[in-house]
């Protein structure tokens, strides 16, 4: 039976992360606070959550799109400026953000391009990236006449053309069918043994977080942190009959109970400015 | 030529299922029709109420019968404001004056040539100055919150007012007609690159933050290729008013080569040739149209992989 890899030293260390926007020159959010969280090599790690939990700002700092208010995001043993411009990441958004004017292959080679490699070795690493994620026939295509899970597996490929160690996911497959998205979820698990590549997910469905990672980062909202680390311990390879499992179920059901308790509660709203505080008030009341 | 695109190997009815000779047959027929209908209105309203009629080309005199007596006679349709259009188009092949071995039709198709030339010139110049002023402008708020007035403020002059003063400023030669034209193509490009150099997914922004992309990358990767649209918006509107803009500025410094002059020289002659500025007129636009086509032409090469790029 196999499992999950054996801990190895960490890829991605979280410590003390604090968040904060300021709306105008008044109020304050408090996006994310005292975020510790550590991402050892070759793990899959899910950050689910409900809306405004932050976890989406937690991917983001970590892949230096933004950066933290307090504390520090060490990757590879450097920080994450330093990672991003050695290009350990690969990213993958909600949409695919596919360039309409260039053809999928020319899609997966723009960031080959960027990092300046020879045109043969770009052509080469876009064609076995497409292979991988079984659009080899589409090569000349335009993304418009391609489906969204085709567009979405576009924009995976490109994400790897330039083998990031670290894959980081922002709810990749929202957009999706339920359908699509059980058969990307499948995809996606494929690859990542495939390629061994360190990934982060960002995702708010329960079941997907499941069936893929690793290990599962619960988050409560306003203030965003942390609640509950949830180990996945379903035996791998996973398949379409995984979710079937006994144990498939109790954990989701450990998730959305984790969930469910991280959820609102009026202790978590201590910091929070007095525009939100009414409706975490209310979501209180009800919960 | 819309749906010339269409049907490149296996793409989908993005763009239009029409087959493209079927396509061409309808244009056709749309132009002919329409051409048709404002020759008929024309000659209907001169039926109705203009000069009475006479043969092609006849001067009114006893010599000449005439062949219909108009029931009205409204002025803005005598034979003065409204030539017959046969009577044009026979102006075509007059000798361009009296004694001339060369007609009309020559003399315009040459003067035509001139200002293309003319125009073509400004017209480049201006795009490059509008493409350097936009892209200065998108990186720079400063730029842009500080010149973008005087560049609109530069096209609420009347181009007649400052053509002269041009046209002294560099003697009266060619060059300060490539300068008006230039001044009128630079805006057009310039306003329509500002938007169009910011028309890009801004989430592709973080794409290329994520591989750490040099602003020149974003740039040319990215902010240029999606412009393009826009830019062809603009060129076209560049390419008709650069000759507009050529026009206009022959005629105070005297460049006789031009459809500047000639316009002047029968316009001056209007009482008793009409139909010679009504040629000359009829040469400008569809000198304007032919320069248009082009940049059309181009455009349709170059954008022939977006959806809905074959439009427009």
Redesign the interface.
Known sequence: MNTDPAPAPPVVRIAGVDKTFARGDRAVTTALEAIDLEISGGEFVSLIGPSGCGKSTLL?IV???ISPSAGTVTVNGKTAEQA????D???V?Q?P?L?????VEDNVK??L???GQDAATRSARAREMLELVELGDFLKH?P??LSGGMQQRVAIARALA?QPSIL?MDEPFGALDEMTRERMNSEVLRIWQQTGTTILFVTHSIPEAVFLSSRVVVMSPRPGRITKVIPIDLPRPRNEDTRETRRYFELVTVVREALRRGGGSLDDAATVDPASTDRTMAEGAVG | MTTATATRGG??A?VSDRRPAAGRRRRVLTWVLLVGGVLVVWEGLKFLGGTPWRAPGALPGPDNAILWNPPFRWPFVNDLNLPHVWNIALAFFDPWQRGADRNVAQLLFDAALYTWKEAALGFLLGTAIGLVLATVFVHSRIAERALVPYVVASQTVPIIAIAPLITYAFGGSTLAVVVIATYLTFFPVTIAMIVGLRSF?P??L????????SRW?VYR??RL??S?PYLFTALKIAATASIVGAIIGESPGGIADGLGRVILTYNQYYITGPEKLWAAIIASGMLGVAFYLVVRTVEIAV?R???GAAEG
């Open positions: 983001r892949g230096d799109l991003r411009r050695d290009r990441y690969g990213m958004f949409a953000v360039f309409d004017w260039r053809t723009l960031p391009e960027i990092l335009h418009y006449q330039f980081l | 793409r989908p993005v997914d989430r592709a973080e794409l290329t933050r994520s591989y750490a992309a990358d990767k990215l290729p999606a393009l954008l992989d977006r959806p």
